[in-house]
């Protein structure tokens, strides 16, 4: 109540005010002219007028931009939803894509080989070291037996361990305990190729005491082993360790074939 009293000189005035607006737009309407007093009203309360205006459009303005924020807000959600969207669907064409191509490189690997070789799936890897041992779908029942050559299109996997009735477990050419006969496919110059227990890395030793043999080198498998058949690819020559006499002690090889990765082999009978 002080707060009133102590203001209400003021408020009357501001009430007096808008009375005085009001009846000059009541009595105003429908005539085309003002009274004096109505003049001098309206040309005193211009200034306000313009405040008011001024007030009114700053807050429209920015009822405007936060409304047009909103909206910019909900457009780029549904943006990036469909950016995230056309990404899964990009993922999986290109799943498809390497697959379809996988197929074609295997039916072509197929259809070439003179002996229809036995198809199978990897379905469990060695727990301790993915470059040991796999295990495939494929067994006795399949006419496997221990020995036989693993291969995809690229080059060899690996050779049959152990052999069960639906399944067999192969040991992989990256294995510390795989050796096997190969050669030189420039020179024909014969290698032994040994496991290193890495899959990115084979180790390559000399059969005889001179060796022709360069970085880049096509290694190939050799039958002199009795292991694999003649001429599958093994992998490349990419380092050579040469001893004092410029002699060849060891070559490291990288495999053709991504041992890590593969899923379908082929047992060559």
């Not at 005193?44 to 807050?59: K, N, R």
């Not at 694999?228 to 093994?234: C, M």
Request: cysteine-free; overall charge negative; aromatic content about 8%.
């Amino acid at each position: 109540m002080r707060w009133i009293t102590a203001r209400w000189p003021v408020l009357a005035t501001i009430i007096a005010a808008f009375v005085v607006i009001g009846l000059i737009y009541v009595t105003a309407e429908g005539r085309p002219e003002l009274t004096f007093l109505e003049g001098k009203v309206r040309d005193g309360l211009a200034p306000i007028y313009g405040a008011v205006s001024d007030v009114t459009g700053f807050f429209k303005h920015w009822a405007g931009v936060i409304r047009n924020y909103s909206h910019l807000q909900q457009k780029n959600a549904e943006l990036l939803e469909e950016i995230d969207r056309m990404k899964r669907k990009l993922a999986a064409l290109e799943h498809l894509e390497e697959e379809n191509a996988r197929l074609r490189e295997d039916l072509g690997f197929y259809q070439a080989s003179s002996v229809p070789p036995v198809t199978a799936e990897i379905i469990a890897r060695s727990p301790s070291n993915w470059f040991d041992k796999i295990v495939i779908n494929r067994g006795t029942a399949h006419g496997l037996e221990p020995g036989d050559a693993v291969v995809t299109p690229a080059g060899v996997v690996g050779r049959i361990y152990t052999a069960s009735e639906r399944t067999a477990e192969v040991m992989l050419i990256a294995d510390d305990r795989s050796a096997f006969g190969a050669a030189v496919l420039r020179s024909g110059a014969p290698v032994l190729v040994e496991g290193t227990g890495q899959g990115s890395s084979l180790r390559l030793k000399p059969l005889i005491k001179e060796v022709d043999i360069e970085i880049g080198d096509e290694i190939v498998t050799s039958s002199m082993s009795g292991i694999f058949p003649d001429g599958l690819p093994v992998g490349k020559v990419v380092d050579i360790d040469r001893g004092e006499y410029g002699l060849l002690l060891t070559a490291q090889v990288s495999p053709h074939v991504d041992l890590a990765r593969v899923q379908r082999v082929f047992i060559l009978k």
